[in-house]
């Protein structure tokens, strides 16, 4: 395969993305329902993309009311290979402050009420998370990160763990500090189950993350309001377009190898041939191979 649509999911604040050519919206039905908007389509510096706005283009959607199936199946149909999700965070370690950027590579998945597979209904797959994040596509947006010029005093971490709860509340204190045991770096509510919904669709999958507050685990900071979040969500678009446009034709140019690109291949149990026409139909975007 000579080409690759780059998916890009914008999280709270990120809600369309500037520079595109060629732009189309694509109203799509799925087996899973709607996805959180239209899904815009074009051209940045060649590189073909498409954007979905994760709450929808008016931040409508809690984040246990993202359809997360329907996203990912609505991109994978559109012959998206790649993800780069973006998302707002709060900070469990000192060292990375508001502002910051972080590459999360791990994720803690304490949701209760999502749906966390296309499988079922006559097909049956276990693929592996182990390493949940594609080390290539993330070592595409730290050289982005560097290509962009982060602003003075703020710093990108690489590596670390997401803990993802349903939300749409904040943590308590004591919540908080559980975290900080379990040795989660940031906090967030939307990563899964759209991490392990891009594994099953065979997209290598890698997520910015900007931090805007400390949760409310830091003694001498504010306990973080959706008020304090915003407004440094604000400060970080432009930084997150930035990153981004470096990102994308960097990731078209190279194309790089995923094993997440073939993670059914050793996942998936059930034949093709002994699934329903009906349950086949269903998963036939995301079977075929991510290149």
């Not at 990912?72 to 990375?96: F, P």
């Not at 982005?144 to 590596?159: E, K, R, T, W």
């Not at 400060?235 to 981004?244: C, D, G, T």
Request: hydrophobic share 45%; proline share 7%.
């Amino acid at each position: 395969m000579s080409r690759a649509v780059i998916g890009v999911v914008g999280g709270s604040g990120l809600y369309q993305m500037t520079g595109l050519q060629d732009v189309s919206e694509n109203v799509i039905d799925t087996p899973y329902g709607r996805p959180s908007d239209v899904i815009v389509t074009g051209r940045l510096d060649g590189a073909e993309v498409a954007f979905l706005a994760r709450h929808g283009r008016a931040h409508t959607l809690l984040p246990g009311e993202v359809p997360y199936r329907a996203n990912l199946w609505a991109l994978k149909s559109l012959g998206a290979s790649y993800l780069v999700s973006v998302s707002a965070v709060g900070s469990l370690r000192e060292e990375i402050r508001p502002l910051d950027v972080v590459l999360p590579d791990q994720f803690i998945d304490l949701t209760k009420r999502r749906g966390q597979t296309f499988f079922g209904d006559g097909a049956v797959a276990h693929v592996s998370l182990a390493d949940p994040v594609c080390p290539a596509l993330a070592g595409v947006l730290r050289r982005a990160c560097d290509a962009a010029g982060l602003p003075d005093g703020v710093h990108l971490h690489d590596g670390g763990t997401y803990v993802c709860i349903e939300g749409p509340g904040f943590s308590t204190r004591a919540e908080s500090q559980r975290y900080r045991a379990m040795g989660a770096s940031v906090i967030g509510m939307t990563a899964m189950p759209e991490a392990r919904l891009a594994r099953e669709a065979q997209m290598a999958y890698a997520l910015l993350a900007f931090a805007t507050d400390y949760d409310c685990w830091h003694p001498r900071e504010a306990a973080v309001t959706a008020d304090s979040a915003i407004a440094n969500l604000r400060k970080n678009v432009s930084l997150a377009e930035r990153i981004l446009k470096s990102a994308i034709p960097l990731i078209a140019a190279e194309l790089p190898p995923s094993a997440a690109h073939h993670a059914l291949a050793s996942a998936l149990v059930t034949p093709p041939e002994a699934m329903s026409p009906a349950t086949r139909a269903r998963l036939s975007p995301l079977l075929k191979p991510g290149l």
